[in-house]
Nanobody
Framework: QVHVAESGGGLVQAGGSLRLSCAAS????????MGWFRQAPGKEREFVAAISRSGGMTNYADSAKGRFTISRDNAKNTVTLQMISLKPEDMAVYSC??????????????????WGQGTQVTVSS
């Protein structure tokens, strides 16, 4: 069992920045492909970004590409989502997820096994 916890959400104006952090338990953190998802009210949860076990490869949704950066520090069991140029459309609950079971895909909810409770990101226009 892996415990995942997000932090760093808050209220920002459009065009502002936020840095989300995700802390995961376990000595096998480096074996987990990690991802960020978000869910806005009335919408389904959608993929935002993912990072490989070593951090050498990243994957971004089109909406995040060029504005969001995912990174990880396996020594600290953390993954970070740096968000800049935030838009009202980015307002959602952001969740961090760990891929405990290996998969060649990382854009679907079912590709991940462990989830955090989420952190709220609010963007005012």
């Amino acid at each position: 069992q892996v415990h995942v916890a997000e932090s760093g959400g808050g209220l920002v104006q459009a065009g502002g920045s936020l840095r989300l952090s995700c802390a995961a338990s376990g000595r096998t953190f480096s074996t987990y492909h990690m991802g960020w998802f978000r869910q806005a009210p009335g919408k389904e949860r959608e993929f935002v970004a993912a990072i490989s076990r070593s951090g050498g490869m990243t994957n971004y949704a089109d909406s995040a590409k060029g504005r969001f950066t995912i990174s990880r520090d396996n020594a600290k069991n953390t993954v970070t989502l740096q968000m800049i140029s935030l838009k009202p459309e980015d307002m959602a609950v952001y969740s961090c997820a760990a891929q405990g079971i290996y998969s060649t895909r990382d854009r679907c909810l079912t590709d991940y096994d462990y989830w955090g409770q989420g952190t709220q990101v609010t963007v005012s226009s």
